[in-house]
């Protein structure tokens, strides 16, 4: 679900930058540590693409795909990062559905950034699904999310849209992620009593098909 003006004009501000370069980055890093030179990371629901730029300088993504539904945050993220080049490429498309999006392969990034948005989406389970697809086995999931605690404060009901069915608490966020083998261990935290939750999943390693006997004589 697109912003409406009121948080479009907030993830536009300086608090929210403010919020993200000195809380949210600092945090992500230390429970999940910075990247290899070479990798190759997704950011879905990319806004302004303030987070996009955050993700090359603080965890070193040789390459960053960003990803939004929304045209006008693709075009103010553009401008944001002309300057890195190749290093950055802009998708308009829905983060519950990558195949259609950015055709998207299964086990193709090393990690994906979610600054809060799965809040956002309403089958926010689908969004999950394709994190865990997307992600190379080891791969890291980092996120930062709004529960339905949070949603249902005056603030968020008056001044903001967001889908109003089967939002999530930390807990569920976190049980759906275990269920596509995104393993949080204890690598978050529930800020504001758990207004929101903040943490690094690791994708497991696919158990390995047994391997057949072989019979020599
Ligand atoms: C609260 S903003 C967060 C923007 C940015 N990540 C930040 O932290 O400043 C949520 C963003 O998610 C985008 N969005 C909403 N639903 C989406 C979807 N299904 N797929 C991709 N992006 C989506 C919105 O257009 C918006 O830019």
Request: hydrophobic share 40%; charged share 25%; aromatic share 10%.
């Amino acid at each position: 679900m697109l912003m409406n003006r009121v948080e479009t004009a907030l993830i536009n501000s300086a608090p929210r930058r403010w919020l993200q370069r000195w809380y949210e980055v600092p945090w992500l890093r230390r429970l999940g540590g910075s990247l290899q030179p070479d990798a190759r990371v997704l950011e879905i629901g990319c806004g302004p693409g303030y987070g996009t730029g955050l993700i090359l300088q603080h965890f070193g993504a040789a390459r960053v795909d960003a990803l939004d539904l929304d045209p006008t945050m693709i075009a103010r993220t553009r401008r944001r990062l002309a300057d890195y080049g190749d290093r950055v490429h802009l998708h308009t498309g829905d983060a519950a559905d990558l195949r259609t999006s950015i055709s998207a392969d299964d086990a193709s990034y090393d990690a994906v950034f979610d600054f809060a948005i799965i809040h956002h989406i309403p089958n926010w389970r689908d969004a999950i699904a394709e994190v865990a697809r997307v992600l190379r086995p080891g791969g890291r999931f980092y996120f930062d999310e709004v529960t339905a605690r949070a949603l249902a404060r005056p603030t968020y009901r008056i001044l903001f849209d967001h889908p109003t069915n089967d939002r999530f608490a930390a807990e569920q966020f976190r049980a759906e992620l275990d269920r596509h083998n995104l393993h949080v261990g204890d690598r978050w935290l529930t800020p504001l009593g758990g207004d929101y939750v903040i943490g690094v999943a690791h994708r497991n390693a696919q158990a390995r098909s047994p391997r057949p006997r072989t019979c020599l004589r």
